[in-house]
């Protein structure tokens, strides 16, 4: 049987959710990631630079916060 893809990566290199070197919120991996986007979670302060940078480049930084991803409360969560 196939291993299902892993859906929680970070969106710019790729390292999954609740692994080694993946920086939690409070340092707790049950409080969430400590960085997101609106287009998905990030792994550390350099992702989170890298993904800044190439946003702007692209001229597609959001004006407002992106919403907590690990939210449930969040009705508008997708």
């Not at 859906?7 to 409080?31: M, N, S, V």
């Not at 997101?36 to 979670?41: A, E, H, Q, V």
Request: with cysteine.
């Amino acid at each position: 049987m196939l291993a299902r893809p892993e859906t929680k990566r970070c969106i710019e290199c790729g390292l999954p959710y609740a692994t080694l070197g993946f920086w939690h919120h409070h340092g707790r991996q049950e409080d969430g990631p400590a960085y997101w986007s609106d287009r998905g979670i990030l792994c550390s302060p350099k992702c989170s630079f890298a993904h800044f940078r190439r946003r702007e480049a692209e001229g597609s930084l959001r004006s407002d916060p992106a919403p907590d991803p690990f939210d449930l409360s969040d009705p508008f969560r997708r």
